[in-house]
């Protein structure tokens, strides 16, 4: 049975595929059965960029321990980043 939980939003960026780099609007997160992660569940995280199509997509499965593992890093990083003046520089998400 599908959880139905998604969260979506509006992200400015670039992704990597085989074909090169694009830019990246948008990302979806869920919580869900995985089609190749070895776990019950896990958190399906997809970017993209929806006016290039699928061919953009990076899409990641990550244990649920996993995906808390990756957030902690993530504040950490912007923590340390932020705490020695080297904060991003704010950029519309329109």
Not at 31 to 49: G, K, M, S, W
Request: charged fraction near 20%; glycine fraction near 10%.
């Amino acid at each position: 049975m599908c959880t139905g939980i998604v969260e979506n939003t509006r992200v400015a960026g670039s992704g990597k595929t085989p074909h090169g780099w694009f830019p990246l609007d948008q990302v979806s997160v869920s919580y869900d059965h995985p089609d190749h992660a070895q776990a019950e569940r896990a958190v399906i995280i997809d970017f993209l960029n929806e006016s290039i199509g699928l061919e953009s997509r990076i899409a990641l499965e990550l244990t649920p321990e996993s995906a808390k593992n990756l957030v902690h890093a993530i504040l950490a990083s912007l923590s340390r980043g932020e705490g020695e003046g080297l904060g991003a520089r704010k950029e519309s998400l329109q």
